[in-house]
């Protein structure tokens, strides 16, 4: 079983589980108080063997009732936004940091953040994608162990261990302020650009 070393650069080599196996013990999983909230766990979809990760906050209402991110608003634009890279959601795998709804869609504690961390990176090894793209402050700082904002990080090529992180918007913020839709488009067509770099590159 190939082994590759922990995101964020942590060194530490570790066997590569299936998503299979991942989902298992996420399914058991009772680290945090969420558990007891939870409708379904919001584990991730799409393609296990995807050249594009995406990493989003936490499940809301919606994910929490179908047990699949983004599928409310947000997620039918993050389709949209994901036609300006040329890709659609059966290429890409999505996950959040946070696999259980937080009450009232409150933002995400350090703690519960922690409880999950071992899920998302066991994912991440497992799909071994060439970008992984973050959505938003929380999973931007959680990939890239940093404290700066996603304003000044988004559209920039960042790198944790070997895997290269590309930062954006979420897109729960453009609906909420239209005057990122554009920043959002721009950024997602530079995905589609770099996509493309790397697929001449490795021909």
Do not use: W
Request: with cysteine.
């Amino acid at each position: 079983m190939v082994k590759i070393k922990d995101l964020g650069g942590l060194g530490e080599e570790r066997h590569v589980l299936s998503l299979e196996e991942i989902r298992a013990q996420t399914e058991q999983c009772r680290k945090c108080p969420l558990c007891d909230g939870r409708t379904k766990i919001v584990f991730g979809s799409g393609n296990p063997d995807a050249k594009v990760f995406i990493i989003g906050e936490a499940p809301g209402k919606n994910e929490d009732q179908q047990g699949m991110p983004f599928v409310g608003a947000a997620g039918k634009y993050l389709s949209e936004l994901l036609g300006y890279a040329g890709l659609t959601r059966d290429e890409v795998y999505i996950a959040n940091v946070l696999k259980c709804r937080p009450p009232s869609n409150r933002d995400p504690k350090a703690d519960e953040i922690l409880a999950c961390a071992d899920y998302l990176r066991a994912q991440v090894r497992a799909v071994n994608p060439n970008i992984i793209v973050t959505l938003g402050n929380f999973a931007t700082k959680f990939i890239l162990k940093t404290d700066e904002g996603i304003t000044s990080l988004r559209g920039t090529v960042q790198f944790a261990g070997r895997f290269m992180v590309f930062p954006v918007f979420h897109p729960a913020a453009a609906i909420y302020d239209r005057s990122k839709r554009e920043v959002l488009a721009q950024d997602f067509a530079l995905l589609g650009e770099m996509l493309k770099q790397r697929s001449d590159a490795d021909a």
